[in-house]
């Protein structure tokens, strides 16, 4: 208790919420980190996929169309984004648009897909992370405790969210920019040596991976090298969930960083893919591509080397911080509508959803320790679930631009979530859209044949699973909200008699606390001891004469020293015998300062209240009987305001 | 539910508890299996740590006089168990012994040493069995599967142990007389072909264990060797343990059977050590050496070679399984003590000790996996506790005969255990308790001291941690029987006022159950609502106005978001304004038909019965509301009578 108060912080009012909006230079930095740190592997996977074709540097050539058609599908995705930032202006994540136009399952799909790819987020963010720092000459000893490191990285990063970030936007700008900083310098150095200085250096002493079997590079491999540089464009939509942080004019803003963004990452992915390609950059298991890249530029035992990788590391760890945002939310933006279970809206003592946090953290972890810390064995699993909610919104939006196509001029119609309003233009919109979902659903199909093997069938099974689990839990939830409707209430509002029970399984200082309430509550009462043994049945019966000697003492034989079924018994025949009454159990409990010491007792009151839980008209009390340790005679002094 | 009664059976009447006697042949199968199994190992723990002075099977002649000197010992430790037999004969365990005469801290260190060592005999056995099994040909290409193999075996174990063994003799003597006929056959075999036949074969084929450092052949290594062949001694307590379960003259039985098994340990031990000696065995990771000794001396593809193995293998099981019938036993009447959790004293259904059995079974798979299932890895751990037992309960014998030595001729003295009676030869039989006492105690620092850094450590943490352990639990039974005391129990016979609270979340069906309820019991009510959420709570009032409409609504306010606390400081309050009065809280619970159901809900009332149950004269009723999934109306159909 007092340690995770010491780690998590002391809790905050519900008032203390923060609102506040974030210029534009800040939301590129808080909402990029995700999408411009993909450049820290997704050359290197496009590079992992071609040499399983065994030609060597040589062939890494075919990289670079590679790079630029995934340049041309992020530019026809950030166009058809940027529709919808207008047309969502309070968030228009995938979920959102999906469950707007597309209806409930649609949108369950969605969010499957977004859950998902939030906690591979975390797992390949933080796996690249520690990657890139191994990298580091000196600390390449390290490299046999990237498992563990990463676990370390995922514990901290939870306590931190737990806590909850008070300063969300200025101090994430940092790390942003430093990495943008160090890698346009290092692009640009290579730039300068590759056309005025003495020409760019090749990599050197790099130990390339070793593939059993060789493949023939044909269209599935190129298309399988494509599919894996495709996850440059996860986190993209980042921004189209949080909008309503920006300033106002909200979506302009928004709109515009969207563009800068978009810039921004294809002008790095096509520097770090073209320099990766002339200095002959080879796919490592102990050494990434930017490591390569900027050791070849800048030099071994340089300053500029060291401070590359930092900065990549960093926003890795951005980004991965980005899913521990964005996973909360989305899970709790589910759970209010009844898909998940509904502890996860519940705010913690740090205002933040402390259980979508933890569920993120776990499953990481366990991603993490399965996939032994590695980018590539992670990637097959990774971007699937972008790429079928970037379909799903952008089929989302093509169904609004139809809807708006039927309106007449100057008509608005009130939406579920924004107002539908007359657009001369809806038809350019809607072909952008129909573009951008054809595209974005043909690479998803691309990505699900030519990484099946290899890990993409998970996926492919895990989400029509989550989808059905999600519908499970919301049928559930609705039967009970029927069950409990005002509507289905039998009115009962005459009082009934009470039958009281009192358990007793010995007698002793105890036992007089419960008789005392029993004779307080002034209702026919009587006591009950379950024969376990009838050695001990009979000396009970003898004590229960002595020392309480009133009432009466019944003894329930249960020779399969059952507990629970005898008494289940005994209550049905007293119903019988009292038609429509109050069988009221009161039973003792022990209550422990601590949980070990509970632990060593047998706590029937928990079996107890389970068992009988289940029985109609049945009322079960727990009388407590303080235990305290020696010299520790406290009492519970009630206290709302935390130390 | 319906798989654990599939596997463990349907549940057994107390009544039926066993009461058996059986004869001196099947006692010394169920008795000496323990005992004879570790001729499997003990011979070929010798010869490992011989190989690290790296001379080769030449040098291994250094064990045909440690052999001899176990052999001794043995000796030693059986004409004193014998005495101790004689003395107990309702059983005479080392924790019995120690209790008896030495007092409470020697008896808990005897049985934490005993519960530790049947932990690794569990651990030893199993893994020397299964690796008994991969030396076979035919399947040596499971030897990468050994942990699986092992843990799997323990899995087995553990159910058919839980399921209870009606025919504990008869059945449990065919391994060992079928393990007994082979072993001395291929000893005989072997005998034969070295003194009559062609002479006996020398083995090949093996790789032998490759050392990196060698070590110098000094007094340390022999006394190293001779501690790992000392496991040969371990199990030969068994029989002190379960005098009861022989027929009448008991002890005299039970001394016989001692002396039978002690005497073929003794034939097989030194047997196998001089044939392995003769065939120059060598120790290896892929084949053992009674699979070396059986296969040079049947050959390859004889029949008895895989008899040899299989007898061996199933001995080592029997061995392990006598671990689950001492384990629980000793662990129940530590529990009895009040030493360890009372929990374990519970016979489940099927008249088992099923938490004694549960516990084994995880730390003996845990040591399985930690251990990687190599016995040479285990062995360090084992047989301290065996010895430091020995060592305490021949010490206990020592004290009692002192105890005799100072009464009366023909004075009886009532003991705790035994009665105390005079006898002439005291002095003799406290001589040959001390010479056990002493040599085992020399064989324990022997242990300790050689094995110290491979592993012994631990042990020698392990015992005190434990012992601390018993007796916090010892302290915490003793306080709260001493706060249950009758009396300490305060007169309380007057009856109190009443004060109800019924807690309301949300107004709806079962709600008006509560405030029927509330009515039904008659004393003063009203309703309390914890306000979480202000806006919430605002609707929760108009709805209770609207839909109960009597009684009065508490909004008690809750910044922080906390349930608990709140009511407490209301609780305070109550108390304070109608002093000595019962505050009896009512809330409602949604009871689920199944654990995952019920995990989608808040479940506040566990949440509650435990903030409260730490406050003085306060009462929780949790009144639940069955809610079924559509088209399961069931309710509970009570049956003591299990299908």
């Known amino acids: ?298 030099g071994d035992s340089s300053i500029f080397y060291a401070l590359t990788l930092l900065g990549t590391a960093l926003i890795l760890l951005m980004a991965a911080n980005t899913s521990y945002a964005d996973f909360p939310r989305l899970a709790a933006l589910s759970a209010a509508d009844g898909f998940l279970p509904r502890q996860l809206t519940f705010r913690g003592g740090r205002l933040v959803f402390s259980w979508g946090i933890v569920l993120l953290a776990f499953f990481a972890a366990l991603l993490v320790i399965l996939f032994n810390a590695s980018t590539t064995n992670l990637i097959p699993l990774y971007a699937i679930g972008v790429f079928l909610s970037f379909t799903l919104s952008q089929t989302g939006m093509v169904v609004r631009a139809r809807k708006i196509g039927k309106l007449k001029p100057g008509e608005v119609v009130k939406g579920l979530e924004t107002d539908l309003e007359y657009d001369p233009h809806w038809q350019k919109h809607m072909a952008v859209s129909a573009v951008g979902a054809a595209c974005t659903f043909v690479v998803m199909i691309v990505f699900a044949v030519t990484k099946f093997a290899t890990g993409a069938w998970f996926i492919l099974v895990l989400i029509p699973a989550l989808v059905w689990l999600f519908f499970r839990i919301h049928q559930h939830y609705k039967g009970v909200a029927s069950s409990l409707s005002w509507e289905s209430a039998p009115p009962e509002t005459q009082a009934r008699p009470v039958q009281t029970i009192i358990l007793v399984d010995d007698v002793h200082a105890e036992t007089v606390r419960l008789v005392n309430f029993a004779k307080s509550l002034g209702h026919p009462w009587r006591a009950v001891h379950v024969g376990v043994s009838p050695e001990k049945a009979i000396v009970v019966e003898q004590k229960w004469q002595k020392r309480i000697g009133e009432g009466e003492m019944v003894i329930l034989e249960s020779p399969f020293r059952l507990l629970a079924e005898p008494i289940q018994d005994y209550i049905a025949q007293l119903q019988e015998e009292t038609p429509g009454c109050f069988v009221h159990i009161i039973m003792g409990h022990l209550a422990m300062d601590t949980f070990w010491e509970q632990a060593l007792h047998q706590n029937s009151a928990f079996i107890f209240n389970l068992a009988l839980s289940r029985m109609d008209h049945v009322v079960v009390t727990t009388v407590p009987y303080q235990i305290h340790r020696p010299g520790e005679e406290e009492t519970v002094k009630p206290s709302t305001v935390p130390a």
Chains 1, 2 share one sequence.
């Open 1 to 298: 208790m007092n340690v995770g108060r010491l780690l998590i912080g002391k809790p905050l009012e519900t008032k203390d919420l923060p609102h506040q909006a974030i210029s534009r230079p800040v939301g590129l930095a808080v909402f990029a980190s995700d999408a411009l740190s993909s450049t820290a592997y997704a050359t290197e996977e496009i590079l992992i996929i071609l040499s399983l074709a065994g030609a060597g540097a040589a062939l890494f050539g075919i990289s670079i169309p590679i790079a630029i058609a995934i340049a041309i599908l992020l530019t026809i995705v950030t166009i058809s984004y940027r529709q919808t930032i207008y047309a969502y202006p309070n968030g228009g994540g995938a979920y959102i648009v999906a469950r707007d136009n597309l209806g409930e399952v649609p949108a369950q799909v969605a969010g499957a897909a977004l859950l998902t790819d939030y906690i591979l987020t975390v797992a390949v963010s933080i796996s690249s992370g520690v990657a890139q720092l191994v990298s580091f000459p000196a600390l390449r000893d390290l490299q046999p405790y990237r498992v563990e490191i990463a676990v370390g990285v995922i514990i901290i990063m939870t306590i931190i969210n737990l806590r909850g970030v008070k300063e969300s936007g200025r101090i994430f700008a940092i790390p942003t920019y430093f990495f943008l900083v160090m890698m346009f310098l290092t692009l640009l150095a290579g730039a300068f040596q590759h056309f005025l200085g003495g020409g760019l250096g090749v990599v050197s002493g790099v130990e390339p991976i070793h593939h059993e079997h060789v493949e023939l590079l044909g269209v599935f491999l190129i298309l399988r090298a494509f599919s894996s540089g495709c996850t440059a464009l996860t986190g993209i939509e980042a921004i189209s969930n949080g909008i309503t942080a920006f300033k106002k004019p909200r979506s302009h803003n928004a709109a515009i960083t969207l563009v800068w963004m978009s810039s921004i990452l294809i002008t790095l992915f096509l520097g770090i893919t073209l320099v990766a390609h002339q200095i002959e950059a080879v796919p490592s298991h102990s050494e990434t591509i930017i490591s390569q890249l900027a050791r070849t530029i800048h």
